[in-house]
């Protein structure tokens, strides 16, 4: 019988293993590989010997597996590693491989009507220049 500390566990440890996985695949695309420690090279090298058997995303979830067992050993969890899947939604992927918001451009807002209120006048910019000159002269006047 699996304890809920150690399905608590498990499920860090998945998750854990997953994202590691995906950073160090992406530095390996960047030809980054020498910066990682050498755990992750040898689990890089691994995932390696397993695309040349196998299918790429068979391949990584096989990498994915023997990393979260070794993560599950070190965090602490009791006997051997118990069985994590991630649940797919209705549309066949995991939860978090849709989790982008699509760009939506707002409602376009409705052009105003000529018999709506009536806009505010704006002063133009030249006058509030003027403006500000005349009080600046105005104050250099007064204090001297």
């Not at 051997?80 to 991630?86: E, G, I, M, Q, R």
Request: positive net charge; charged residues 20%.
């Amino acid at each position: 019988m699996i304890k809920a500390a150690d399905m608590l566990i498990a499920r860090r440890a998945d998750t854990r293993a997953r994202a590691d996985f995906a950073t160090w695949k992406m530095l390996a695309k960047l030809n980054g590989t020498s910066s990682l420690p050498a755990e992750a090279q040898s689990f890089l090298a691994g995932y390696k010997t397993l695309l040349e058997k196998m299918a790429e995303p068979e391949a990584s979830e096989a990498t994915i597996h023997l990393i979260y067992r070794s993560y599950y050993g070190e965090m602490g969890g009791a006997g051997a590693a118990p069985d994590v899947k991630a649940q797919l939604n209705g549309q066949g992927h995991a939860p978090g491989a849709d989790n982008v918001t699509a760009f939506k451009r707002p409602a376009p807002k409705p052009a105003k009507t000529a018999g709506g209120p009536p806009a505010k006048p704006r002063l133009p910019v030249a006058l509030i220049f003027i403006c500000l000159i005349i009080v600046y002269a105005s104050v250099r006047y007064f204090w001297r």
